[in-house]
């Protein structure tokens, strides 16, 4: 069965104070791993996808990495604006076809006090 | 851009009541889905459908069925809604295909309450 754990479950952060959030996953075959963003409320945002160990993507004071066991997602000086809930999502071959069926992990709750 | 929109952002409802939540998506994507999202339990895949008329289970699809007779819309169906049924839903859509274009976009959630 596939298995995606995110830590920590909340984090909280001063403005300007950088850390990274954790996505471990275990899965028979990766074919993509997403994060996105949600505020409260509202339905997630895309942020990034990876597809092979050691891919890195950036975005602004976000940048994510890929190994093949855990992907990070480093917030660098953060903001008050980037106090949100991240959600990491993993994609599995589905034989010779995928459907983008999606696993989520339950979530890292971000908040950055100024 | 992208847009999904789903009919409404807030619903209350009465035990046994039939409700049916709409989803529409404006990219002429192939894939749709539907998830409902409890605090604890992150976001769980309810039913999902990769064209017009076809339809497979997801992981908890017991007490909801879905209708795609249009490719841009795809409905949830609650056939007698049940107060465990209370959630936030979300309806996501998606290209078929490989490399960056399968990425899933989401619509802004249905807020459910079954009293």
């Known amino acids: 069965e596939d298995q995606v754990t995110q830590s920590p479950e909340a984090l909280r952060l001063q403005e300007g104070e950088s850390s990274s959030l954790n996505c471990s996953y275990t899965?028979?075959?990766?074919?993509?791993l997403f994060w996105y963003r949600q505020d409260p409320g509202k339905g997630p945002e895309f942020l990034f996808t990876?597809?092979?160990a050691g891919e890195e993507k950036e975005k602004e004071r976000l940048k994510a990495t890929l190994t093949k066991k855990e992907s990070f997602l480093h917030i660098t000086a953060p903001k008050p604006e980037d106090s949100a809930t991240y959600l990491c999502?993993?994609?599995?071959?589905?034989?010779?076809?995928?459907?983008?069926?999606?696993?989520f992990g339950q979530g890292t709750i971000l908040t950055v006090h100024p | 851009d992208v847009k999904v929109t789903q009919s409404s952002r807030y619903l209350v409802k009465r035990t046994g009541e039939k409700v049916f939540l709409e989803c529409v998506q404006d990219?002429?994507?192939?894939?749709m889905f539907w998830y409902r999202q409890d605090p604890g339990l992150g976001l769980r895949l309810i039913y999902f459908?990769?064209?017009?008329?076809?339809?497979e289970k997801g992981d908890i699809p017991e007490g909801y069925s879905v209708s795609r007779e249009k490719k841009e819309r795809f409905s949830l169906i609650l056939e007698s809604a049940s107060t465990n049924q209370t959630s936030m839903y979300l309806c996501?859509?998606?290209?078929?295909?490989?490399?960056?274009?399968?990425?899933?976009?989401f619509g802004p959630g249905t807020r459910l309450t079954v009293l």
């Open positions: 996501a859509s998606s290209p078929t295909g490989t490399g960056s274009t399968d990425t899933q976009y």
């Open positions: 899965v028979s075959g990766l074919r993509g």
């Open positions: 990876l597809y092979s």
């Open positions: 999502a993993v994609q599995v071959w589905a034989g010779g076809t995928s459907y983008g069926k999606l696993t």
């Open positions: 990219m002429d994507h192939e894939n």
């Open positions: 459908s990769y064209d017009v008329k076809m339809k």
